[in-house]
Nanobody
Framework: QVQLVESGGGLVQAGGSLRLSCVAA????????MGWFRQAPGKEREFVTA????????KYADSVKGRFTISRDNAKKTVYLQMNSLKSEDTAVYYC??????????????????WGQGTQVTVSS
């Protein structure tokens, strides 16, 4: 069992930045690929970005490429999501997720085993 706790959400103006953090309560953090997903009101949960166990591989949704950056600090058991040039359409609840994966960087929510409680990001235009 892996407990994930997100933080860093809030209200920001369009064009602004936020950094989300997700701390994992596990002694085997390096055996997990980590992902960020988001869900806007009335919409399905969608993939945002993911990172391999060592940070060597990343994937991004087309809608956030060039604006968002995922990173991880295995010593702190934390994964980060730096969000720049935020747009109103980025407004959503952002979820951190984990899946045992030494190589792959999964993009499907169905693959991930563990989820955080979510943190709200609201971008005002």
């Amino acid at each position: 069992q892996v407990q994930l706790v997100e933080s860093g959400g809030g209200l920001v103006q369009a064009g602004g930045s936020l950094r989300l953090s997700c701390v994992a309560a596990t002694n085997t953090f390096t055996t997990y690929a980590m992902g960020w997903f988001r869900q806007a009101p009335g919409k399905e949960r969608e993939f945002v970005t993911a990172v391999s166990w060592n940070g060597g591989s990343t994937k991004y949704a087309d809608s956030v490429k060039g604006r968002f950056t995922i990173s991880r600090d295995n010593a702190k058991k934390t994964v980060y999501l730096q969000m720049n040039s935020l747009k109103s359409e980025d407004t959503a609840v952002y979820y951190c997720a984990a899946v045992p994966a030494r190589v792959a960087v999964p993009v499907s929510a169905n693959v991930y085993n563990y989820w955080g409680q979510g943190t709200q990001v609201t971008v005002s235009s």
